[in-house]
């Protein structure tokens, strides 16, 4: 199965950082990551799909980035409803659709 | 919208069988595009997917938890079902029942968990 490494598992910051979670596979994915947000007790929502693609609704302030086996998460300027758990997921290989280990995202 | 709803105990004991359903609305479970899917998060922890079928039937387990897993469709209500044998405090959980899209460009399928039940904690303890 394809692993995926998260970094870092926690990071602290303020309202208006600029926020970067990186994503890394054990083997080329090309573009097929997604990531998600989770809030504390509630399912995760999907926010990227093909490592860029914005899903509707979601706010312009993500950006999805990579290609290959590194990919990044940008939050350009915290918002306070942006403190939540980021996974990525590789969306290649069905059914092991395998998620990374979560980054947690606190003030 | 698809919109999904697990239901089941929310307890059970060491050794027995775990029965979760999910109820979908605002869509077909017979959608070509969808792979209907569990998902489950223990305590503090990542997610880990447990099991997927498609319409056609076609089931899809965890190679860990695959000798123990049972996945099945019911589409005259719209619904799918989990069951889980002989469950340990190791599956204490939230359960998800979740819709992967297939999406397909550049030549190449794409899985994606886009909707979500609101999820169920399952405990498992005597």
């Known amino acids: ?64 980035s990579g290609s290959g086996t590194d990919f990044t ?4 300027s915290l918002q306070p409803e942006d403190f939540s758990t980021y996974y990525c997921q590789q969306a290649n290989t069905f059914p092991a659709l395998t998620v990374g280990g979560g980054t947690k995202v606190e003030i | 919208q698809v919109q999904l709803q697990e239901s089941g105990p929310g307890l059970v004991k060491p050794s027995q069988t775990l029965s979760l359903s999910c109820t979908v609305s605002g869509g077909s479970i017979n959608s070509p595009n969808s792979y209907w899917t569990w998902i489950r998060q223990p305590p503090g922890k990542g997610l880990q997917w447990i099991a997927s079928i498609y319409y056609s039937g076609s089931t899809y387990y965890s190679p860990s938890l695959k000798s123990r897993l049972s996945i099945s469709l019911d589409t005259s209500n719209n619904q799918f079902s989990l069951k889980l044998s002989s469950v340990t405090a190791a599956d204490t959980a939230v359960y998800y029942c ?7 460009s550049d030549f190449t399928n794409q899985y994606y968990f886009d909707f979500w039940g609101q999820g169920t904690l399952v405990t498992v303890s005597s």
């Open chain 1, 1 to 64: 199965d394809i692993q995926l490494t998260q970094s870092p598992s926690s990071v602290s910051a303020s309202v208006g950082d600029r926020v970067i979670i990186t994503c890394r596979a054990s083997q080329d994915i090309s573009r097929w990551l997604a990531w998600y947000q989770q809030k504390p007790g509630k399912a995760p929502k999907l926010l990227i799909s093909a490592a860029l693609n914005l899903q509707s609704g979601v706010p312009s302030r993500f950006s999805g």
């Open chain 1, 73 to 76: 998460l940008t939050i350009s």
């Open chain 2, 98 to 104: 979740v819709r992967v899209r297939n999406d397909y």
